[in-house]
C-alpha cells in the first residue's frame, strides 16, 4: 500500500518543512523567555547542583525515559561517560532504557510498568540521582521508578512539560518546560542536561 506521503506535490514538501521549522523556532523565541522565568531558572539550578554534587561526592547518575526521552537519555548517560566539551576522566551513567533485552523482560515477566523499576533496584543506592524524563508526567513505569528510587534515598529529578505538574509532590526537585509540544519539551531536557554536563566538565578540570 502506498504511503499519502508519495502522493504530495513537489512544492508542498518545501512549504511544509519551511513552515514547520518557522513553527519551531517561533516557539523557541518564547521559550527562551519563559525559560528564564525566577521560579523555573531557581529549580533547574537546585536540581543541577543536586546532580552533580551527587558525582562530585561518588554517586553515579541513572537515566530513563521511553520513546524520544529514552534516546535522550542515552545520549545524557554517554555525556557524563565519555565527555560534553572537554577532555575529563569519565563519570558514572547509567541509561535504564538501554537494554532491549532487559526492558522486553521485564515487561513480559513483570508488567512494562516495572522496566525502569527494577533498574533502580538494581543499580541505585542512596547518594545516587535518578534523572526521569516523561513528556507528559504520566508514564506509569516513570511513576513506579521514581518512587522506588525515593523510597531507597536516591535523589529523583523528573523533567516533564506542562500537565506534568502532579509529580511535584513525588520527586525532590520536579522541572516542568512551560510547553504542550513533545518537539520542544524533549529540546528543553536535553537543553537543561547538556547545561549540567557542561558544568561537570569545566568543574573537572585541573587549575
Not at 12 to 31: N, V
Not at 53 to 81: D, P, Q, T, Y
Not at 112 to 133: I, K, Q, S
Request: aromatic letters at 4%.
Amino acid at each position: 500500500m502506498a504511503h499519502p506521503i508519495e502522493d504530495v506535490a513537489p512544492d508542498a514538501i518545501g512549504a511544509a518543512t519551511t513552515a514547520q521549522l518557522d513553527a519551531g523556532i517561533d516557539a523557541w523565541l518564547h521559550l527562551a523567555e519563559a525559560l528564564r522565568e525566577p521560579e523555573l531558572s531557581a529549580q533547574v539550578r537546585a536540581a543541577g547542583e543536586a546532580l552533580v554534587s551527587s558525582l562530585a561526592a561518588g554517586g553515579k547518575v541513572l537515566v530513563a525515559g521511553n520513546g524520544g526521552s529514552a534516546a535522550i537519555a542515552s545520549h545524557v548517560a554517554a555525556e557524563f561517560i565519555g565527555k560534553c566539551i572537554h577532555d575529563r576522566a569519565p563519570l558514572p551513567a547509567v541509561n535504564l532504557a538501554e537494554s532491549l533485552s532487559s526492558i522486553t523482560a521485564i515487561g513480559n515477566d513483570y508488567g512494562y510498568e516495572h522496566v525502569f523499576d527494577r533498574g533502580v533496584r538494581a543499580l541505585a543506592r542512596p547518594g545516587d540521582v535518578y534523572l526521569a524524563m516523561s513528556t507528559s508526567g504520566r508514564s506509569a513505569n516513570i511513576v513506579q521508578s521514581v518512587a522506588t528510587a525515593r523510597e531507597m534515598g536516591v535523589t529523583t529529578i523528573a523533567m516533564t512539560g506542562l500537565g506534568g505538574e502532579h509529580l511535584r509532590d513525588a520527586v525532590d526537585h520536579l522541572l516542568v518546560v512551560p510547553s504542550v509540544q513533545t518537539p520542544r519539551i524533549q529540546e528543553v531536557h536535553m537543553l537543561w542536561a547538556h547545561a549540567w554536563c557542561e558544568a561537570v566538565d569545566v568543574l573537572s578540570q585541573r587549575t
